[in-house]
């Protein structure tokens, strides 16, 4: 699963690098928690919490139905 949230987010990261900011993959667990690391602008953002919510979240439980939430680390 690992992998394909990977895919996933390599196709989200280009708006997000379009604002100067970024996402790093820390960890896929098995109960379908998928962590991540917002740097750049994105860090210390106050509309950090939508934009994992409302964009990184939804679109991996889109694409990934397996994925139960979206953690920032």
């Known amino acids: 699963?690992?992998?394909r949230v990977k895919r996933v987010l390599s196709k989200i990261?280009?708006?997000l690098q379009?604002?100067?900011g970024d996402v790093k993959l820390i960890e896929v667990t098995e109960d379908g928690v998928v962590k991540v690391k917002?740097?750049?602008?994105c860090g210390g953002c106050p509309m950090a919490t939508m934009t994992l919510k409302n964009?990184?979240?939804q679109t991996l439980k889109k694409e990934i139905p397996?994925?139960?939430r979206v953690q920032a680390v």
């Open 1 to 3: 699963m690992r992998e």
């Open 13 to 15: 990261r280009p708006s």
């Open 18 to 20: 379009a604002h100067g």
């Open 38 to 41: 917002l740097s750049g602008a």
């Open 55 to 57: 964009g990184i979240e």
């Open 66 to 68: 397996e994925i139960k």
